[in-house]
Nanobody
Framework: QVQLVESGGGSVQAGGSLRLSCVASVSGATTDYMGWFRQTPGQEREGVAAIATGSGTTFTANSVKDRFTISQDSAKNTVYLQINSLQSDDTAMYYC????????????????????WGQGTQVTVSS
């Protein structure tokens, strides 16, 4: 069983920063990738960053790579998403996800690669 709990979202002004956290509780299961995704109403879920939990290799969407940074603290079973220079189009619900190693692989930033999802944390950016 894998449970993911996100936190750190909020309302910020454009230009500000946020650090989102995702705490993973894993029992009787394993995961090999963790990802951050975002979604706005009526839009598809978009992958913004992912990390291979074993090697620490990171993947970041080109659209946000200069501003978003994913990292992990393995001792705390926590993955972070640092977002700098927030823009109004960063407004979205941000979700954390975890992948089962035996699942189908569609790429690190593709939602169908992941099997476990948190409830999300809202980020709202005002200009």
């Amino acid at each position: 069983q894998v449970q993911l709990v996100e936190s750190g979202g909020g309302s910020v002004q454009a230009g500000g920063s946020l650090r989102l956290s995702c705490v993973a509780s894993v029992s009787g299961a394993t995961t090999d990738y963790m990802g951050w995704f975002r979604q706005t109403p009526g839009q598809e879920r978009e992958g913004v960053a992912a990390i291979a939990t074993g090697s620490g290799t990171t993947f970041t969407a080109n659209s946000v790579k200069d501003r978003f940074t994913i990292s992990q603290d393995s001792a705390k079973n926590t993955v972070y998403l640092q977002i700098n220079s927030l823009q109004s189009d960063d407004t979205a619900m941000y979700y954390c996800a975890a992948r089962d190693p035996l699942g189908l692989w569609n790429g690190p930033l593709v939602p169908s690669t992941y099997h476990h999802w948190g409830q999300g944390t809202q980020v709202t950016v005002s200009s």
